[in-house]
């Protein structure tokens, strides 16, 4: 199973993949595109493109998101996927640069990635749906130009539209909650280590409070936060007491 490798080493992101069904290098297929992650201060970013659709998981619980992730897993036959995951440190690393690399720039480069990535394991590829990451016709004409073959459809709340999208954002969802739950911190916090972070996103207390629990004064915080978002360099900058 390819998500074991994740699990293993959540820090170390990377590409990770099912076979190709042999249905989907005879066939025309789509492919949809979503991510997880974008938002949080203790976050993993990912994206996921594969060929099946439910509903949309924004509205699942976690359990229910692992259900249908192994109805997706069950139809190897005729379901393929793949994903990108963006620990933290890189996103960070990337935004952080002197030459300017936006969080938008970096999730267009990386769904064009998948993209790309799919094509050139045989999928026969007719259609990609995406959801939108900033005005949805500039992301569209961007990948038209990129994909001259492909019909390219971006919309916003892509995963609520098209099935297709929706089956990618289940993916990604169980993908950031397995890497997120495995996480194994290097850093010395303690034989009980701290988990309680929220949701991860910049405006839940509980999240703001557990940065402030686990900031450490010289060398900043745990290598799971993102340490560009403005959450984490509010509270460096004023060493605990950003609000």
């Not at 993209?115 to 990609?128: R, S, T, Y």
Request: proline letters at 7%.
């Amino acid at each position: 199973m390819a998500l074991a490798a994740l699990e293993r080493d959540p820090a170390g992101g990377g590409l990770f993949a099912s076979p190709v069904p042999p249905s989907c290098r005879s066939c025309p297929c789509v492919l949809g595109v979503d991510e997880a992650g974008r938002g949080p201060v203790v976050p993993f970013f990912v994206v996921w493109g594969l060929c099946m659709g439910v509903g949309d998981s924004k509205t699942l619980s976690e359990s229910e998101r692992e259900r249908r992730f192994g109805l997706l897993e069950a139809a190897g036959g005729l379901l393929g996927w793949a994903l990108q995951v963006l620990p933290p440190q890189h996103i960070s690393a990337c935004m952080q640069q002197r030459s300017k690399y936006n969080l938008n720039e970096l999730s267009h480069d990386t769904a064009t990635e998948l993209i790309q990535h799919v094509l050139d394991n045989g999928v026969q590829v007719a259609e990609v749906f995406l959801d939108t990451v900033g005005p949805a016709e500039k992301y569209e004409a961007k990948l038209r130009g990129r994909f001259p073959g492909l019909e390219i459809t971006v919309r916003p709340k892509a995963d609520a539209l098209f099935p297709i999208v929706s089956a990618a954002s289940i993916c990604a969802k169980v993908a950031r909650d397995r890497a997120v739950k495995c996480w194994n911190f290097t850093e010395d916090l303690g034989d009980d280590i701290d988990r309680d972070y929220g949701s991860g996103y910049p405006n839940d207390p509980k999240t703001k409070e557990w940065l402030r629990r686990n900031l450490q004064p010289v060398f900043g915080f745990p290598g799971l936060v993102r340490f560009s978002w403005g959450t984490a360099q509010e509270l460096l900058r004023h060493g605990g007491d950003g609000k």
